[in-house]
């Protein structure tokens, strides 16, 4: 065949020779699976979450009563105080103020010398001492004189007759503590004042309520704030003949009690206890107490 019969064949049958279009080396064809529509399996259909059960639980606070007994350290601080202070101080004008010879002079005379001892020492000041006989008049002058005015009168002690009783019910108990009021429900689990919240209604509001319903109102007690100081969920609870019951979140306010007594509602509560922190501890559950013990307070 000749030169030219084929070159005419080629220009006719062009389709022989086509190879299609090039590409790189990197680029990877399509297949034709990813080319397809992607199939959408349908979900199944959740079960809707049950909302929480909202409560309201009240801290309720009996302050301290009496000053906290000062520590070793405290006591050495006030002490090096009074003797900078008694070193650096003007004399006081005592002439200006009581008349030369009288028993007012003379108890502020005794009072100055009980200071400057408590401050320096017991030896501070023996060698001007009066003689004895005046010093022993004027210390009968001056207590004479305290007796009239009513100041024998021997201070109540710091430890109330409860605390050796342990009378767990008394407000009087644990002078120098705080002191929380717990509940004991009938099944025997001890806990905070608590109730639930109906619909509509604020929080703070039900904590009111609920304070009043669960302890009478044979007290008068404050709330300090419409906000909560903190929140507990309890564990989740074990299903009920197949109905998982809803989850609980209480939400905890501070409250403070200024007079009256706590009456529990005996048809819901079996005792209660008025406890420091430390006795709380050892009579509510271990996740009831991770969940409460930073809202009180340690002393």
């Known amino acids: 065949m000749s030169s030219r019969k084929f070159l ?32 959408h399996y349908p979900t199944p259909p959740q079960k809707p ?8 639980s009240i801290i309720l606070n009996r302050a301290p009563i009496i000053t906290p007994t000062p520590t070793p350290f405290e006591r050495a601080f006030y002490t090096y105080q009074a003797r900078l202070r008694r070193v650096l101080f003007n004399p006081f004008p005592y002439d200006f103020y009581f008349k030369q010879g009288s028993i007012l002079e003379h108890r502020f005379n ?9 401050a320096f020492g017991p030896q501070f000041g023996v060698a001007d001492e009066l003689d004895k006989e005046k010093a022993a008049a004027n210390k009968a002058a001056v207590e004479q004189l305290a007796e009239q005015e009513g100041e024998s009168e021997e201070m109540m002690p710091r430890t109330h ?5 342990r009378d767990y019910k008394s407000l009087d108990r644990k002078g120098k503590r705080n002191l929380y009021l717990l509940l004991q429900e009938n099944e025997g689990t001890w806990r905070f004042p608590q109730g639930d919240v109906k619909k509509g209604e604020l929080l ?4 009111q309520r609920d304070l009043l319903t669960e302890c009478g109102e044979y007290m008068d007690s404050w709330i300090v704030s419409r906000n909560p100081i903190g ?9 009920s003949l197949g109905k998982p019951k809803p989850d609980e979140v209480a939400f905890f306010y501070k409250a403070h009690i200024l007079a009256g007594q706590a009456r529990p509602n005996p048809e ?16 509510v559950p271990d996740h009831y107490w991770d969940g409460v013990k930073d809202m009180l307070s340690e002393h």
């Not at 080629?10 to 990813?34: D, E, K």
């Not at 005794?110 to 408590?118: G, P, V």
């Not at 703070?204 to 904590?207: G, I, N, P, S, T």
């Open 204 to 207: 703070h509001q039900a904590a």
């Open 110 to 118: 005794l009072e100055e010398r009980k200071r400057e001892r408590l």
């Open 8 to 39: 005419l064949l080629c220009r006719r049958n062009t389709s022989i020779f086509s190879t299609g279009r090039r590409t790189l080396a990197t680029v990877t064809a399509a297949s034709p699976s990813s080319l397809s529509t992607p199939v």
């Open 49 to 56: 979450k049950a909302k929480p059960k909202l409560l309201t």
């Open 268 to 283: 819901t509560v079996k005792d209660f206890a008025w406890l420091t922190k430390q006795e709380i501890e050892g009579r």
């Open 231 to 239: 929140h507990y969920r309890p564990p989740r609870r074990a299903p």
């Open 161 to 165: 007759p409860a605390d050796e009783a």
